[in-house]
């Protein structure tokens, strides 16, 4: 009795699993309940808030995001709302509907096959059973005692199979629900075929064209969108847990293909050590590493390393130096007049910051502040072979009330802070030279941030927080008109 029983078990809980998989996934794939589209990648934030144009139709919103573990860009395209981007995307999921159903049918033919079987030997056991039912009534009415007797065990054991008789009954049902479901699986199929033929699903090798397309105009479009506007900086990635409270570690952001070297400095004065790493893993998980000795010590936490150089303030002074790691020589130094040093004009957590030199897409630049600027930033593009100043701008920010500054696309970011609760509340745009307060929040995960820089090529926030080596990526916003692609 149990065979049976557990083969009726096995038809229902599959027709109970197919059909809720029918009434809650179909109408989803076939766009009958109007489910909205997500264009961002799982893992990556929802970047659907920012700034919007007035006319999304018109326009492409794309965002690119340094979220590749080997820092390759990444970038999420809103595509403008009169393109057939929801359509293919509607095709490719009533495929894969279709490949589904197909499956469905398959499975079922499968089941219907087994219970088909199972069907004719059970209709073999009711007849039986019912004739032996119809015999003992005989015995029980002649009233041949001796024979009743020896069919009084076999009675007992037809009391036990009784209760089989309506159970299938249910099973024959069952088979005949099987059938039906078949058949309504062999409908739909028909019906989705239609409807695939109507939205043109078959030309797969047009799909396939403007796919081709896309890609080359999302290519072409990345070439122009080497900036943009910060609208977020994800959670902190330790790297490492290294050294002093206060320090600066950095790549090169114009290395080339297959030099992942990391440089690291501990300290912000009285040390005149870069170690040099191989790569990403050595500094992470190794102490190897080779140690250059600077012809003077630095001041702060504002290097930079920059096509083979590392570019410090010397400290106790406004002198910039370029120092060459292949020739291990200064190749170049030279002053930030009127700059402020030791400890003059630093940033509010002190350690000697008053100049931070950084760099971006642009290039490189150097931060600080002067007495004819009351105290507040100055930013001067320099020239990375003669550090001469191409151009100064003038800011109203106080330096010593800044946390922390990066330069991004030519604009300059600051912190509030670089204790506690931390975000980048202040922006200088260079190409307009106009400020505005902004609100993204940094996550301060050990509570002193001594040193924060920007890496164009990793798209990435590179920062000593107090004693941690951490690294931030960013989120930067682009707009692009349609004819421009």
């Not at 039986?128 to 009675?155: C, D, M, P, R, T």
């Not at 600077?294 to 930079?304: A, D, E, M, N, R």
Request: hydrophobic share 35%.
């Amino acid at each position: 009795m149990s065979v049976p029983l557990l083969k009726i078990g096995v038809v229902l809980s599959t027709m109970a699993m197919i059909t809720n998989w029918m009434s809650q996934t179909l109408p989803s794939l076939v766009g009958l309940n109007s489910t909205k589209l997500s264009v961002a990648p799982p893992g990556v934030p929802d970047r659907s808030t920012g700034v919007l144009p007035a006319n999304p139709e018109e326009s492409w919103q794309v965002y690119s995001s340094a979220q590749d573990s080997e820092g390759r860009c990444v970038c999420t395209v809103v595509a403008p709302q009169q393109t057939m981007c929801s359509r293919d995307a509607r095709t490719k999921q009533l495929r894969q509907l279709l490949e589904k159903v197909q499956n469905m049918t398959q499975s079922i033919q499968s089941l219907d096959q087994r219970t088909q079987k199972d069907l004719e030997y059970v209709q073999r056991m009711e007849v039986q059973l019912k004739g032996l039912e119809s015999k003992f009534k005989q015995v029980e009415e002649s009233h041949k005692q001796n024979i009743a007797k020896q069919y009084k065990a076999i009675k007992a054991k037809m009391e036990e199979l009784r209760p089989m008789i309506p159970v299938l009954e249910e099973y024959k049902a069952d088979a005949k629900l099987v059938m039906q479901f078949k058949e309504e699986v062999k409908n739909l199929t028909s019906v989705l075929n239609e409807l695939q033929e109507e939205i043109g699903a078959f030309d797969y090798e047009e799909l396939h064209n403007r796919v081709s397309n896309l890609e080359e105009r999302l290519r072409a479009c990345m070439q122009k969108l080497a900036c943009g506007k910060l609208t977020g900086i994800s959670d902190a990635i330790t790297m490492k847990t290294s050294g002093s409270r206060y320090g600066s570690w950095m790549t090169d952001p114009l290395a080339p293909d297959g030099d992942t070297r990391v440089w690291y400095m501990d300290g912000y004065h009285n040390n005149r050590f870069v170690r040099e790493y191989k790569s990403m893993a050595d500094f992470m998980y190794s102490d190897n590493f080779t140690s250059h000795r600077l012809p003077h010590p630095w001041s702060g936490t504002g290097q930079v390393v920059y096509n083979g150089s590392i570019y410090f303030n010397k400290f106790q002074s406004n002198t910039i130096i370029k120092f060459d790691f292949k020739t291990a020589t200064i190749s170049k130094s030279g002053q930030l007049d009127y700059a402020g040093f030791n400890n003059r004009y630093h940033y509010s957590w002190g350690g000697h910051s008053d100049i931070d030199l950084m760099v971006d897409e642009g290039g490189l630049w150097a931060v600080y502040a002067t007495n004819q600027n009351a105290g507040n930033i100055i930013i001067s593009k320099l020239n990375p072979s003669t550090l001469q100043i191409i151009k100064s701008y003038t800011t109203n920010h106080p330096k010593r009330s800044a946390g922390e500054a990066f330069m991004i696309c030519g604009t300059l970011y600051v912190t509030n802070g670089y204790s506690g609760g931390t975000k980048v509340y202040y922006a200088f745009h260079t190409n307009s030279s106009t400020y505005e307060y902004i609100d993204i929040p940094l996550q301060n995960k050990y509570s002193h941030i001594s040193m924060l820089d920007y890496n164009p090529r990793d798209r990435a926030l590179y920062a000593w927080n107090n004693g941690h080596q951490v690294l931030y990526n960013v989120t930067l916003f682009h707009l692009i008109r349609s004819e421009e692609l």
